[in-house]
């Protein structure tokens, strides 16, 4: 029988502590580098997705990812007051959105789900604003990577990114398909070591050279589109059954039957 633990496995720091932690990270060196693996994905990617309307969301100071979109409405949502003039910024809670029904036509969630208390409700909540056809992208940290495993080596720290969620691509997989999505693609980065001494990442650098080519998808970080399937009517038969007319032969009495006698000829008189 094993004993009670006095620590949880992993500390998950949500709300507004993450906003200043997260912001700082991805000020270092090592998280310089992720958001510019990040960027050289989504500029090849966001170019292909039209429509009027992008939403972005993030943790934080806002890390604007959307400058390859051909898109000319541009909106960043984050859950605290942002001041930029870059780009439009809405403080609203990703669990609920300040966005109307089927308004939006592409959303980037970077990290978003990462730092969420209730991840789920927060990905049903967006794909409520996005229009049938419209795609979802989702950035996230790998549970299945490097990082990952440096996760459960820092399980004990609250520092970032150690403390989000980690949600699998799989897992994420299966609830767009529950939300009527379906994943058009995946692809991942970020294959050498999670760590900020940089000799030590140079020193392992092979890591990220046999990553891109052996475990594609094992990144540190994931790129995911999904896009809202149309839904159509589809003609349901009904379930009473249709009467078949037919033809009853009814028996009628009281007509005489033809007569079976031949008709006169002349000469030869008449037959019974």
Sequence with gaps: MSLPRLFKPFQQVHGASVHPLLSAWFKTELGQELLQQERDILDRVLPSLFGYHL????????QWLAEASTIHNKLFVCDQPQHSSRYHCVCSHLDDLALATESIDVAILHHSLDFSSAPHRALREISRAVIPGGKIVIVGFNPWS??????????????????????SPYRLSDWLKLLDFQVEGYESTAFGLPTANRRTRNLFNWLSYLG??????????????????VSTLTPIKPRFKTVKETLVNIPITGIAKPSTRKPFSPGGGSES
């Design 146 to 167: 490097l990082w990952g495993l440096g996760r459960f080596i820092l399980m004990q720290s609250a520092g970032m990114p150690w403390s989000g969620n980690f949600l």
């Design 212 to 229: 891109q080519r052996i475990w594609q998808q094992r990144g540190g970080v994931y790129v995911m589109v999904a896009v809202k399937q």
């Design 55 to 62: 939403v972005q969301t993030g943790i934080g100071e806002p």
